[in-house]
T-cell receptor, first 113, second 112 residues
Framework: GEDVEQSLFLSVREGDSSVINCTYT??????LYWYKQEPGAGLQLLTY?????DMKQDQRLTVLLNKKDKHLSLRIADTQTGDSAIYFC?????????????FGKGTRLHILP | DAGITQSPRHKVTETGTPVTLRCHQT?????MYWYRQDPGHGLRLIHY???????DKGEVSDGYSVSRSKTEDFLLTLESATSSQTSVYFC???????????FGPGTRLTVL
């Protein structure tokens, strides 16, 4: 079945850029998402990209999509302590009539002082 | 923030007892989902609903049942709780457009 893979941990120094990577297997993916989960809370949608786009920028966030390699990345510029969270990559397809989203296991971003 | 609440927020119960978790939404969204989150496993879908009385299984549905008698409420029942069901449970809702899901705050369930 469809799968989404991402590394489990990432440590970045405050002020540097963070790059969180994700790979997926579903070639029919239509939407790709990044969700953020802060401690003790549910997931919140951070940003998303349609599969016909290569890049999307939103303030400090840049999403890059390489559809050929099925690789998605999230870059956070000028990483702050408030960015410390778990980041989930996710994908869905309009081919899925059940509107399910496939989530990765999440990458825990740790900010070093 | 999407209007989605979960109750209870925390529960401790004993093995073999029945447990029901409630998800309530005020957004009139069509889709509702129950996930569990465990270390090393990320989010796993238990059951979901695509309308009143319309539900289907997710990848880890064994030991769980659901009901949706009203648009706004989606109940998750553990008929006979086991220690392996100790987890954090999240409800999510979606209008079905763009498939963006809005998550509730979670319920931490401990089965002793």
């Amino acid at each position: 079945g469809e799968d989404v893979e991402q590394s489990l941990f990432l440590s970045v120094r405050e002020g540097d850029s963070s790059v969180i990577n994700c790979t997926y297997t579903d070639s029919s993916s239509t939407y790709l998402y990044w969700y953020k989960q802060e401690p003790g809370a549910g997931l919140q949608l951070l940003t998303y990209i349609f599969s016909n786009m290569d890049m999307k920028q939103d303030q400090r966030l840049t999403v890059l999509l390489n559809k050929k390699d099925k690789h998605l990345s999230l870059r956070i510029a000028d990483t702050q302590t408030g960015d410390s969270a778990i980041y989930f990559c996710a994908e869905s397809s309009i081919m899925n009539r059940d509107d399910k989203i496939i989530f990765g296991k999440g990458t825990r971003l740790h900010i070093l002082p | 923030d999407a209007g989605i609440t979960q109750s209870p927020r925390h529960k401790v119960t004993e093995t073999g007892t029945p447990v029901t978790l409630r998800c309530h939404q005020t957004e009139n969204h069509r889709y509702m989902y129950w996930y569990r989150q465990d270390p090393g496993h990320g989010l796993r879908l238990i059951h979901y609903s695509y309308g009143v009385k319309d539900t289907d299984k997710g990848e880890v549905s064994d030991g769980y049942s659901v009901s949706r008698s009203k648009t706004e409420d989606f109940l998750l029942t553990l008929e006979s709780a086991t220690s392996s069901q100790t987890s954090v449970y999240f409800c999510a809702i979606s209008p079905g457009q763009l498939n963006e899901q809005f998550f509730g705050p979670g319920t931490r369930l401990t089965v002793l």
